[in-house]
Structures are given as structure tokens and as C-alpha cells.
């Protein structure tokens, strides 16, 4: 089976969500928010999870990039759409469809990049807390 990585910027409690599936599946969106919206490529990821999760209360003051491999023949059902510069490629997944979305990813959600904001405190978490500060560590 051929795989694709896809990457996702996340807030310190999809995180936490994340983690208590054993990284085995992303959460079920939240009723006002109808797309998951996995991107391309890491540099893109980087930069949603610097610009604009650092200042932001619900994402914990936190950014975490997570990586995962997906079964490339499942993703050809989704069209990438580009949302601005020659990175910003990202899929569109409808909520209703992430089950089977989360069904298709292959392995281990991996921890990839951590950045933390100024108003950043750890998870009560000891686990969690070690998986973040080893991957602050490598980035």
C-alpha cells in the first residue's frame, strides 16, 4: 500500500484528544466547525501553528504540528485546494466523513514540531507533558 503524509497544525486540547486515541485518530469536529482540513506539505503547517495558534486562548497558547501517513488510493476521493501562496495546499474533509478519514491513516499521529506562546502552561499530563518537551527538544 502506498502512503502520503499529511500534516495538521494543532491547539494543546485536540492534542490532549489526540493523545487519548493512542494517536490513532483525529477528534470529531465540534458543530461549528463542518471541515477537518489536514494540509500538504509541514512548512504550511508550520506556519498556521506559529501565525495563528500562539495568541489563541483555545488552542492553549500552543502549536503542534502533527504528521501522519494515509492511505494515498483513499485520498483521491478529496480534491487539494490551494487557499493562497504556491504551500498552502490543504484538503477539505466534511465532518460527517472523518471516521472513515481517520480509518484510512496508516500508523501512528506523529508529533512533529511544538511551539509554545507566551501564555503556554504544560498539560496535567505527565505522559503528554514528556511526549511535548521531548519533541521541543528535536525541533
Excluded: C
Aim: avoid cysteine; proline fraction near 6%.
Amino acid at each position: 500500500m502506498k502512503t502520503t503524509t499529511l500534516y495538521r497544525p494543532v491547539g494543546l486540547k485536540e492534542l490532549e484528544l489526540i493523545h487519548a486515541s493512542e494517536w490513532t485518530y483525529f477528534p470529531p469536529r465540534l458543530s461549528w466547525q463542518p471541515i477537518f482540513y489536514p494540509v500538504m506539505n509541514e512548512e504550511y503547517a508550520i506556519e498556521i501553528a506559529t501565525k495563528w495558534n500562539l495568541d489563541d486562548e483555545g488552542s492553549g497558547y500552543s502549536g503542534f504540528v502533527t504528521a501522519f501517513d494515509m492511505n494515498e488510493s483513499f485520498l483521491k476521493k478529496y480534491k487539494v485546494e490551494n487557499v493562497g501562496g504556491p504551500i498552502h495546499d490543504e484538503l477539505w474533509v466534511p465532518a460527517e466523513e472523518l471516521k472513515e478519514f481517520n480509518e484510512n491513516i496508516v500508523g501512528e499521529i506523529r508529533v512533529t514540531k511544538t511551539y509554545f506562546g507566551k501564555k503556554y502552561t504544560s498539560p496535567e499530563n505527565e505522559e503528554l507533558k514528556r511526549i511535548i518537551n521531548k519533541t521541543q527538544e528535536l525541533s
